[in-house]
């Protein structure tokens, strides 16, 4: 079986750890197809210095044109209030009926999973593909995977580990190294983050 991957995030700037997510998931075999869904109001954090919708949205376009599974998702823009995952992965079913959907997680998020919006109900609906971080303690991580699977959740844990590099790094140290090249060409074009 293979699987439509929802990858989401705020991409307040697209940065080198979600590249390299991005490249696994395009490299695995169990996944047909990936949607790059920017939030449109993240619940879970406080954004000071958000990008335009339009302009998260043409990073995450830029970075989709590397990868031959992935599309960009823009239906979080379309709809009101906070983004609850579990809110978009109702609607996702209605509009990929015929997808086996999946949603790709990082192990800080899984970590909180039990804090989010719905999650007995979220951990059923689908599987989730969940990659580890560097900063990640491992021990605890193991010990939470296998809690949410004794609970039901269906999780595929990617080999890949993934640096530990977050969009607020970027935002307070403006380094080239953070981003993919092209993504910090597009924020030094349009001026974004005070670059």
């Not at 997510?21 to 000071?48: G, R, T």
């Not at 990008?51 to 960009?72: P, Q, T, Y």
């Not at 790709?104 to 999650?119: H, I, N, P, S």
């Amino acid at each position: 079986m293979s699987f439509t991957a929802i990858f989401g995030g705020t991409f307040n700037p697209f940065h080198n750890g979600h590249y390299e997510m991005l490249k696994a998931l395009n490299n695995c075999d169990k996944v047909s197809k990936i949607l790059i869904m920017p939030d449109k109001i993240p619940p879970h954090k406080s954004v000071d210095e958000l990008a335009s919708d339009i302009d998260r949205l043409n990073m995450c376009k830029l970075v989709a044109e590397d990868f031959n599974k992935s599309e960009v998702c823009d239906i979080e823009f379309k709809r009101q209030g906070k983004s609850y995952t579990y809110d978009t992965v109702k609607l996702l079913k209605q509009l990929y009926p015929n997808d086996n959907l999946a949603f790709v997680c990082g192990g800080d998020m899984l970590v909180y999973f039990d804090k989010w919006y719905k999650a007995n109900e979220l951990m059923k609906m689908l599987p989730f593909f969940v990659f580890s971080r560097t900063s990640t303690n491992n021990q605890d991580f193991l010990v939470c995977i296998e809690r949410f699977r004794n609970m039901g959740m269906q999780i595929f844990l990617m080999d890949n580990e993934i640096p530990n590099i977050s969009s607020t790094d970027f935002r307070e140290e403006l380094s080239s190294d953070l981003l993919p090249e092209k993504v910090y060409n597009y924020i030094k074009e349009r001026g974004l983050y005070g670059v």
